[in-house]
């Protein structure tokens, strides 16, 4: 989705990108200098998020398809992989801040194929959540779990429903750094290309390698580019503004229960996250994105609590022009200022304030973050609330030798912030809810999306895209 941004003023020689620029160009001038890549504003974030974590976790972007017993070839899987690894210079990247500057120093092409033994008493989702939360920070940023799935735990949290034959689950887990949602298809597909060439499959080329490496700087920079002028004085004013009234919501953990850092032992556990799904009639047309914000307010609203703005993020942008399509320069995190008040401003208000916003939307998070701070804002940049949005018939599908596989979800594992929605539409709208069990109450969050299906039902009864 392309934004333009307004123009508001002359450049600010202080900006934060400005400022990024400037020490990664010190860094890499001059006979000697280190072979390093630069990284975007979306980067940062998730750099930022990483540092600011007690364990260094970073966050994860997971997929997981079943497949009937025997199908995967683990070999032949893990050539396929590092062909991918070896030609994306994201995918062998290691985050690295150097003098103070986040980075990506590179590495050799490696991605490990790990076959996970479930223990006695877990099914596959309780081995995929043992696995992931024991992610070590500072390994590949692309990384490939096979596991069986098996009633041994019994089925209370297991990945296939009762009928399913067996079964064999592949977890497909990204560090977050490196892409983003709108990427996962592109990678999954050419996953099942190069795993579809079996003995066939050939390490790129050394030119095709350079030239992807050119790709990937050349589009950062512009990335970089485009983030600069956009940190104009008036865009800065208008999210200092915009959020001034944001706080922190989140309230602190509570007592006895798993925090969502903590990876259950087994099925029998308490997960540290729970869940919920609902599927709503639907079009290709989907619905329109103020009435998301405005539904997601009313979850908000009972999760918080009356009289607070609450930060809600999003992630939006565009490529800059004549940029090459790679992988890891991707959206923005936009921020939305969800106010709790009793009475809602209604989706007309919502959607005139979110124009405004996405004429803003490519100031980097980190430069949106401090304009707040310094505007009177008591925001630490922690966001309470995520909302994601995906097109259902752009879903990534693994095919591995003409056998499809069927995506899944492993629930349970751990969500960075309290609460997150995922939207996908299409024929239907499928609307799932996650949240963190150690700051909110199982029933608090069931009414939550109670409040936000409903809020989406209403408009739906309005609106001929859900009709």
């Known amino acids: 989705m392309n934004t333009t941004v307004a123009d508001d003023g002359e450049d600010d020689v202080s900006s934060i990108t400005g400022q990024y620029l400037a020490r990664y160009r010190g860094l890499t001038t001059g006979a000697g200098a280190p072979a ?21 976790r970073p966050d994860l972007v997971p997929m997981f398809f079943a497949f009937p017993r025997g199908t995967v070839d683990p070999s032949r899987l893990a050539a396929a992989a590092r062909r991918l690894v070896s030609l994306h210079p994201v995918l062998r990247g290691r985050p690295a801040v150097v003098r103070g500057t ?8 490696e991605v490990p194929v790990v ?35 098996t009633p041994e735990g019994g089925r209370e949290h297991a990945v296939l429903p009762h009928g399913c034959g067996p079964s064999e689950v592949l977890a497909v887990v990204l560090d977050h750094l490196a892409c983003d949602g709108r990427t996962l298809a592109r990678i999954v597909e050419e996953l099942g290309a190069a795993y579809a060439e079996g003995s066939r499959a050939r390490p ?8 992807e490496l050119a790709a990937y700087r050349d589009a950062v920079l512009l990335q970089l580019d485009a983030e600069e002028r956009a940190e104009s004085p008036g865009a800065l004013a208008y999210w200092g503004e915009r959020l001034r009234a944001v706080r922190d919501r989140a309230p602190a953990a509570r007592h006895g229960l798993p925090t969502a850092g903590t990876p259950p032992t087994g099925s029998a556990s308490v997960l540290p996250t729970g869940s919920a799904s609902v599927v709503l009639p639907g079009s290709a047309a989907g619905i329109p994105f103020p009435d998301l914000l405005d539904a997601c307010r009313s979850a908000v609203r009972v999760l918080h609590g009356p009289g607070h703005t609450v930060p809600l993020g999003y992630p939006w942008g565009g490529r800059p022009p004549g940029a090459e399509d790679v992988l890891g320069c991707f959206l923005n995190t936009v921020v939305f200022p969800a106010v709790t008040d009793p009475a809602p401003t209604g989706s007309e208000a919502t959607a005139d304030a979110w ?26 940049g ?10 259902g018939a752009q879903r990534p599908s693994l095919r591995l030798a003409g056998v499809e596989g069927r995506e899944v979800h492993v629930d349970g594992r751990p969500v960075r912030g309290p609460f997150a929605v995922s939207v996908s539409h299409g024929r239907e709208l499928r609307l799932r809810m996650v949240w963190d069990r150690a700051v909110t109450a ?25 009709g």
């Not at 986040?102 to 092409?109: D, G, H, N, S, Y």
């Not at 989702?125 to 024991?134: E, K």
């Not at 790129?204 to 030239?211: K, L, N, S, T």
């Open 382 to 391: 922690r966001l309470d609330g995520l909302l994601t949005v995906d097109d």
């Open 36 to 56: 390093l890549l630069p990284v975007t504003g979306a980067q940062r974030r998730f750099a930022l998020v990483r540092a600011l974590d007690p364990t260094g």
């Open 442 to 466: 199982d029933r608090t969050a069931l009414d939550g999306f109670d409040a936000l299906t409903e809020a989406l039902r209403a408009k739906a009864q309005a609106s001929p895209a859900l």
């Open 102 to 109: 986040p980075v990506l120093r590179m590495a050799e092409p």
């Open 204 to 211: 790129p080329a050394p030119g095709e390698v350079a030239a």
């Open 355 to 380: 124009w405004e916003d996405l004429d803003r939307a490519d100031v980097p998070f980190d430069a949106v973050v401090r304009t707040a701070r310094e505007a009177g804002s008591g925001w630490s």
């Open 115 to 149: 076959r996970v033994r479930p223990r006695p008493g877990e099914d596959a989702g309780a081995a995929l959540r043992r696995v992931l939360g024991a992610w070590s920070p500072d390994g590949p940023p692309l990384r490939l779990f096979l596991t069986e799935d």
